[in-house]
Structure formats: structure tokens, C-alpha cells
């Protein structure tokens, strides 16, 4: 009789250490996965990542590199989804050098919505600084504004230099850029130059209409009006 309750007890506390390990190895989270991908770095080279977010809502989202493989998801351009994913802990052993540590799958796709910040990603030229329409006779004097949300940077020029710089910050309805590196170069007139170069760097929030967009400095005041060109 003592050896079977000590057998038995035995076999509860192996149950017990099973659950405990499966508990600690298995978990669902859920993710929103951005509608466009970053460019990386795989290591070997460059790659295109998922940008990815864990949180209840899209306010205030700081979206984050994911260099892992979900299984059985498939991503699509253009739009926002939230998921559910099964994150598995793999023994140290089965793991390959440099491999993730982690198995995702994906269990189901709870939500999918169309990203409006994928019209972005494009070349918009000046119409508009401060409000006050430009008038070059000159179109290469026309400053222009290139959106590369892959690469989380913008491109153009002020109508002057050239201009290049990264994203700093992008949501549904705002947008803030980091600091803008530049050629030097002087022009006979530096008005629009200058002009657009105060108002990028104050911009704060933006507004897509068809073909057009808007930029905003944080009271709300109009910095540049665009069109799109590409």
C-alpha cells in the first residue's frame, strides 16, 4: 500500500510539473501587424520585416521590428491586421544557431482593416506654403516631398537642395519627422527654400485628400498643401 501511494503521489506531482512547464512554454498574445514592411537587417543582409504592436487599440501605437516567422499567417499591403498567435518556447536544443527561440503560429485573424497611410507612400509637390499658393515658372524649383513608408524616410527638394531624412513618428492622422540632412547650395532667391524647410520641420499632423495632403504644425495651422505627381 505505501509503495502504491508513494507511486501515486509521484504521478500527481509529474502532472503538476507538466502542466507548470506547458504553461510556461505555450502562450497566445495579440498582435496588430502594420500594412506595410520595414526595411531590416536579416544578418546576411537587408530584408523587408513586419512592423508589429501588442497593445488593446491603434492610439498612440509604437510599432515594433518582428524578425520572426508566423506560421500560417499571410500579410497584405494596405492593411491593418490584429491577430492571435500561439507562441511556443522551443527546447534550447532543437534550435538552430542564430534561429528564434520562439514558434509563433498564427490560431486566427481577429480583425483586418484598409490602411489609408499606405496612399502616403508616393511624390507630392508643393502647391501651397503657409497657405499662400507658390508660383515658380520653374518646375524645378518646385519643392517636393517623397513618402517611403518601407524605408521610414522621406526624400525631395526644397526647390533649392536636395533634402533627405527619416519618419520619425506615423499614425492615422499624424506624422512627425526627424531631422533633415541637406545639400548647400545658394539660390538666386532662397524665399521657398527656406519657407518649406521651416514649415517640414514643424510639421505635426497631416490630412490625405485624393490626390492632395495636407501638413499641420501641433496648433493645427496649415504648413503645406501638396498634389500628388507619381
Known amino acids: 500500500m505505501k509503495i502504491i501511494k508513494s507511486l501515486s503521489i509521484l504521478f500527481i506531482a509529474v502532472l503538476i510539473t507538466v502542466s507548470c512547464n506547458s504553461e510556461n512554454t505555450v502562450k497566445t498574445v495579440t498582435y496588430w501587424v502594420n500594412s506595410f514592411k520595414t526595411e531590416c ?22 510599432w515594433n521590428l518582428s524578425y520572426a516567422v508566423i506560421e500560417g499567417f499571410k500579410f497584405e499591403p494596405g492593411y491593418i491586421q490584429k491577430i492571435e498567435v ?34 502616403l ?3 507630392w509637390a508643393a502647391t501651397h506654403i503657409n497657405a499662400e499658393e507658390i508660383n515658380t515658372d520653374d518646375a524645378n524649383r518646385t519643392p517636393t516631398l517623397e513618402i517611403n513608408l518601407s524605408k521610414m524616410q522621406v526624400f525631395g527638394s526644397d526647390g533649392c537642395n536636395n533634402y533627405c531624412g527619416s519618419i520619425k513618428s506615423l499614425d492615422s492622422n499624424k506624422i512627425v519627422f526627424g531631422p533633415l540632412a541637406s545639400t548647400r547650395k545658394m539660390c538666386l532667391d532662397m524665399t521657398f527654400p ?6 517640414i520641420t514643424q510639421t ?15 496648433a493645427g495651422q496649415e504648413l503645406l498643401r501638396l498634389k500628388k505627381v507619381d
Not at 101 to 119: C, G, N, R
Not at 194 to 199: C, G, I, L, S
Open 121 to 123: 507612400n508616393d511624390v
Open 86 to 119: 500561439k507562441e511556443t518556447q522551443l527546447d534550447p536544443k532543437d534550435v538552430q544557431a542564430d534561429a528564434s527561440s520562439i514558434k509563433y503560429e498564427l490560431v486566427k485573424v481577429l480583425e483586418k482593416m484598409q490602411d489609408k497611410k499606405i496612399l
Open 194 to 199: 527656406d519657407q518649406f524647410n521651416q514649415a
Open 41 to 62: 537587417d536579416a544578418g546576411a543582409g537587408k530584408a523587408q520585416c513586419l512592423l508589429v504592436f501588442n497593445g488593446e487599440g491603434l492610439n498612440n501605437v509604437n
Open 204 to 218: 505635426a499632423s497631416y490630412k490625405q485628400e485624393q490626390l492632395a495632403l495636407y501638413l499641420y504644425n501641433e
